[in-house]
């Protein structure tokens, strides 16, 4: 083997070890991105999500499962996006339950002063008692 073409082997080497090294992802494994999802999807359940804000909490839980699934394969960069859309929509779907809940909870209280109002309406219109003459 001449020189020209150990050169020209040695070269295709550096090239496929570049492509293989730039192809694959060297990013760390996002373990904490997914922890947070995680969290954020189980707090949302907790604060009845999948009752109030069913949705935004199904959108969540979609992307926490395609994160473990990127993850499973070393796909991390795409790990990380889904983790984090899955915390945003986990988000979501929380306060939007947490929002109904003190919504109906409003509601409830305004028909307990509406109908105290109204008893007091009603005394209000009653005739007053006849007092007695004074002599």
Do not use: H
């Amino acid at each position: 083997m001449g020189i020209t073409q150990r050169c020209a082997t040695f070269g295709a080497w550096i090239v496929i070890t570049a492509v293989t090294i730039v192809g694959c992802s060297t990013s760390k494994p996002p373990t904490d991105a997914l922890t947070r999802a995680e969290f954020s999807v189980r707090a949302a359940n907790e604060a009845r999500a999948n009752d109030l804000a069913s949705l935004d909490l199904k959108r969540a839980t979609e992307k926490l499962e395609k994160a473990k699934q990127a993850m499973a394969t070393r796909r991390y960069d795409e790990a990380r996006r889904f983790a984090e859309g899955a915390q945003v929509d986990a988000e979501l779907a929380e306060a939007k339950a947490e929002t109904a809940v003190v919504r109906r909870a409003a509601d409830d209280l305004q028909r307990r002063v509406d109908a105290v109002q109204t008893d007091a309406e009603r005394e209000s219109r009653k005739p007053l008692p006849a007092r007695p003459e004074k002599d």
